[in-house]
């Protein structure tokens, strides 16, 4: 409460060491300092024109949306934009808005969603994953769909170009509506089964991106599927090469490793091995352990 006060917070990231800046489950984004102090504060949008032309823009790593500044601006991204949607609407929707943090100005980028959504959107039937992950190297934002074999890369907000990143462990993936008439336990069921890409992740001291490919899986018939941290996901991580080239594939242990917690340290590729099947999993600990790349 009082002036130093923020709502529902939907995440934070670090401008530098005395500047923070924290998302929140509202119209509003707050800066503050290493004291606590509110020192600037946005509004983006009406509440009326909610989820119209402007969304909550989420900072974490669960699934992998960055802080992302540059020149001062603030980009954030624009999921789950001006449903339902034709199949036309998606390649005139801005990946990213952003908010300048010197003037206040709020606008959307001319970096639109590529051509993966075929059909129209109908409220009742069918509705679009529109979910993506990011990172950039500092020039380049590169972003990667769920659904999709290519990354899409961009160097000024504008203009991309289309990369194929393929897993050679997935099948060729198609950008399909799941089945939302479904009933609610089935339909969690499908979306933990199918294979999909998960993070897009830069790793600034060796100068690749990291893709995490989640395959195909089959759960147990008694397998708690609301329980997300007992999915237990066969995948792999993709290496690419600062210039998008798969240079490496790693399979890795379904089983060992919590594919939803990562961070990136001097020493390589630290990744979760709080697995509820691993042995060593301890509920008041966070283990993990550190993957170099050869």
Excluded at 85 to 97: C, G, L, M, N, Y
């Amino acid at each position: 409460e009082g002036p130093n006060s923020t709502e529902r917070v939907a995440g934070l990231g670090i401008l530098n060491p005395s500047t923070f800046l924290i998302s929140s489950h509202s119209t509003h984004l707050f800066m503050i300092n290493n004291r606590g102090e509110v020192t600037n504060k946005w509004k983006l949008w009406d509440e009326d024109d909610f989820f119209d032309n402007y969304c909550i823009p989420y900072i974490h790593s669960t699934y992998n949306d960055p802080l992302l500044v540059k020149d001062s601006v603030w980009y954030f991204p624009q999921k789950q934009v001006g449903f339902p949607k034709k199949k036309e609407d998606w390649v005139r929707t801005s990946i990213f808005a952003y908010l300048d943090l010197k003037t206040g100005e709020i606008g959307k980028t001319k970096f639109c969603y590529p051509d993966i959504f075929t059909e129209d959107e109908i409220p009742t039937e069918i509705i679009y994953d529109g979910g993506f992950s990011f990172d950039t190297d500092g020039n380049n934002v590169a972003v990667s769909f769920k659904l999709s074999d290519s990354i899409y890369v961009s160097g000024d907000f504008e203009y991309f170009h289309a990369y194929c990143a393929k897993s050679r462990y997935l099948p060729h993936l198609e950008n399909t509506p799941p089945d939302i008439q479904a009933p609610l336990l089935e339909y969690k069921r499908t979306m933990d089964e199918r294979p999909e890409y998960w993070h897009l992740i830069y790793d600034k001291y060796r100068e690749v991106y990291y893709r995490f490919a989640l395959h195909e899986n089959t759960l147990p018939k008694d397998h708690p599927v609301m329980d997300q941290a007992n999915v237990l996901r066969p995948f792999s991580i993709m290496i690419l090469d600062k210039n998008f080239n798969v240079i490496g594939e790693t399979l890795m242990p379904h089983d060992v490793y919590y594919y939803r917690m990562w961070f990136i340290g001097e020493k390589g590729l630290y990744i979760s091995m709080n697995n509820t099947n691993n042995p060593i999993c301890n509920e008041n600990q966070l283990i993990f352990q550190c993957l170099e790349l050869k």
